[in-house]
């Protein structure tokens, strides 16, 4: 059930909703509707005149599965943040950096330079989820500790990937922002771990995941009190194999209407190629996505994970610049300013 509660009486009113549906042995959370009102889900259904306090301005008993999430609980759009960087406000975010945590030095030098082609936060990872259990799986601890130390030198936050559930303290350690990778999706004690663990966390679809799947999984994280969840859609299984996998734009404008939640696109695994990476990045913000997440090294060819799929620090300043422009494009920007973002950035 979905109460929602206007403004000027959200403080108390919200209180005494909350505490009516747990005497009775319900599950009930609050959150902000973005409006200054407060929007109640409950697991379960409260007895007329439960909800009958002052502000309430609707009551929803039938709603999607994954209520806390849906935009039927919050119209607005929320903004994740991450340090500085505003996830779902004005300007589309981008996080880059290698697929794998190489060494301290490479992980330093490649935060310098996604800094500089415009990045705004770092991505790489320590634990890595390899489908051979003779592949790298990562430099683990001392891999965290890199990133660390790239965080510190350029002010980049931080996003990596958590694989376990006794690991979400330690990643959210060293990390700004967990991510959860496609293979875990629907690791539910994962999920709620890392609900927990007073981090955002980036929530990648798994590629088999249908989109209710992933709003439930997303729903995890907020019920274990976590309100900061980011949605990644970093392309599904589809019967084609000339792409490692397909990029799901569809994904994009859906999840936009089903949730408030920000969602960013990854087309270096969406795509398996370097050559589609660009393009798939400027249709992913055509799409509506709040940003990017993408593979790069200076050397793609020699990185050790997924160097198929890995641009230059050159490739990604350019789908920045172009991103950027576009998005003001979209926004219906009058094109001089469009022009200037081009030209100087
Ligand atoms: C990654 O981003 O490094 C990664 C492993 O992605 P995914 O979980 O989407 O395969
Ligand atoms: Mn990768």
Avoid at 237 to 257: G, I, K, M, Q
Avoid at 262 to 289: C, F, K, N, Y
Avoid at 306 to 323: F, M, N, V
Wanted: glycine share 10%.
């Amino acid at each position: 059930m979905l109460v929602r509660i206007a403004a000027h009486n959200a403080v108390t009113s919200t209180e005494i909703v909350l505490t009516n549906a747990r005497t009775l042995g319900l599950d009930a959370r609050a959150m902000s509707d973005g409006q200054g009102g407060m929007a109640i889900g409950i697991d379960g259904e409260l007895p007329d005149g439960a909800w009958d306090v002052p502000g309430v301005i609707s009551v929803l008993r039938k709603h999607k599965p994954y209520m806390l999430a849906s935009r039927e609980l919050r119209d607005a759009r929320s903004v994740v943040r991450v340090g500085d960087v505003a996830i779902g406000g004005d300007e589309p975010v981008v996080m880059a950096g290698p697929c794998v945590i190489e060494n301290e030095r490479d992980t330093i030098e490649i935060a310098r330079m996604v800094k500089e082609a415009g990045a705004t936060m770092l991505r790489g990872g320590a634990f890595k989820p390899r489908s051979s259990p003779y592949a790298f799986q990562g430099l683990g601890e001392p891999g965290l500790q890199h990133l660390a130390r790239a965080r510190e030198i350029t002010g980049l936050p931080v996003v990596t990937e958590v694989m376990e559930p006794d690991q979400v303290e330690l990643v959210a350690d060293y990390s700004d922002m967990l991510q959860i990778g496609a293979r875990n999706m629907s690791n539910f004690p994962l999920l709620k771990r890392a609900g927990r663990a007073g981090k955002p966390v980036l929530l990648k679809r798994g590629f088999s995941a249908t989109i209710d799947e992933w709003m439930m999984s997303a729903e995890y994280v907020l019920a274990s009190g976590n309100p900061d969840v980011v949605l990644c859609e970093r392309g599904i299984r589809s019967f084609d194999t000339s792409t490692r996998f397909t990029l799901d734009l569809n994904a994009v404008p859906l999840a936009r209407e089903l949730t408030h939640l920000p969602i960013v696109v990854d087309p270096s695994h969406g795509t398996g190629r370097r050559s589609l990476v660009e393009r798939m990045s400027l249709a992913g913000l055509a799409a509506g996505a709040d940003g990017l997440i993408l593979e790069v090294h200076p050397n793609p060819d020699q990185a050790l994970c997924d160097a198929s799929q890995t641009i230059t620090p050159e490739t990604l300043q350019r789908i920045i610049r172009k991103g950027h422009a576009l998005v003001q494009l979209l926004d219906g920007e009058p094109v001089t300013d469009v022009l200037t973002t081009l030209i100087t950035a």
